[in-house]
DNA sequence: GACCAGGTGTCCG
DNA sequence: CGGACACCTGGT
């Protein structure tokens, strides 16, 4: 396997890989946490800890120890999957495929908190990403227990947390109508009725029906949970801008990609892609984001 | 002010 | 089963 972490110093690891890209990561709407704090500078929180991370001339650097950049986010980056060869497969002859896995290389499937990303993709339906980021912080800051030695910053709250509370809790959050959704899921998870940890042992197929039971979750918040909470790769959620590029550049056919093994990664590409074609012509001097 | 934003649940034919 | 339609809320 490639060698691609390298510690800098006693609380430095380098990221130097042509296939991670933070600020790529950071834009593929994967991970509601992961923000850009200005200069280069990002910070992430997920399972219960807080990186900073920046980009070099020379890779991404974190600012954690070698051992426990290891222990906690080697996994959660997917560091040993080669994505490179997933975009050697890419078939030569879907030029479209082709050129979006070339634009979003950089992009990796993270490792996410199964619960985190249920919540959060339930909160996702009719709603833009700054609107997502906003309610799952509203629901951090107010509910989720302060992270060790940054008391300033919130882990994401636990079922039993939020079972316990009501709708109101929830719309204060401005969750909206998906209040009622996410209030039934923390109780389902809760309760054990509905036991996400256990269910990492199913085969794609049942996971999808098993998480179907959680209100609020359908299709495409059960196959971006699976991708982002199970890193179930073949999984190939569709939203509307992935209906748009099958729609107009496939015709409104079912491509081979969509049923590949690697399908979830491709996704990812191809979303990114047509998202930032979309938004590129929006762009303005001095206006990042 | 109408319309839309990374959908889902419900109701109808 | 496939196709409408409503739904909170914040932004053009």
């Not at 497969?89 to 990303?117: C, H, K, M, N």
């Not at 079922?159 to 998906?178: D, I, K, N, Q, V």
């Not at 899921?185 to 029906?209: H, I, S, T, V, Y």
């Not at 939203?239 to 093994?261: F, K, S």
């Amino acid at each position: 396997m490639k060698h691609t972490v390298q510690t800098t110093g006693v609380d430095r690891v380098l990221i130097s890989d042509p296939d991670f890209d933070i600020q790529k990561i950071a834009d593929s709407g994967q991970c509601f946490r992961l923000n850009r704090s200005g200069n280069g500078e990002y910070t992430l929180i997920a399972h219960d800890r807080l990186l900073r991370l920046r980009q070099t001339p020379y890779g991404c650097e974190a600012d954690c120890g070698e051992e426990a950049f290891r222990r906690d986010w080697y996994g959660y980056f997917d560091l040993g999957r080669d994505y490179a060869a997933i975009r050697a497969r890419v078939d030569p002859g879907d030029a479209y495929l082709s050129r979006a896995a070339e634009f979003g290389r950089g992009i990796r499937i993270l490792r996410q908190d199964p619960w985190e990303t249920l919540v959060s993709f339930i909160v996702s339906q009719r709603k833009t990403i700054p609107a997502i980021k906003f309610c799952v912080e509203a629901l951090c800051a107010r509910y989720g227990d302060p992270l060790p030695f940054e008391p300033s910053a919130y882990a994401f709250p636990r079922p039993e947390t939020l079972a316990a509370l009501g709708e109101e809790e929830f719309r204060a959050c401005s969750l909206g109508y998906r209040a009622g959704y996410v209030l039934g899921a923390a109780k389902l998870c809760a309760g054990g009725a509905l036991d996400l940890g256990a269910l990492n042992a199913l085969p794609d197929e049942a996971l999808f029906r098993a998480l179907l039971a959680a209100p609020g979750a359908g299709e495409k918040v059960v196959n971006c949970v699976m991708l982002f909470g199970y890193h179930r790769l073949a999984r190939f959620p569709r939203d509307v801008w992935i209906n748009r590029v099958l729609e107009r550049e496939y015709g409104g056919a079912t491509p081979p990609v969509v049923y590949g093994e690697d399908a979830g990664v491709l996704q990812q590409y191809l979303f990114y892609y047509e998202r930032s074609a979309a938004r590129a012509p929006r762009k303005r001097a001095g206006l990042p984001e």
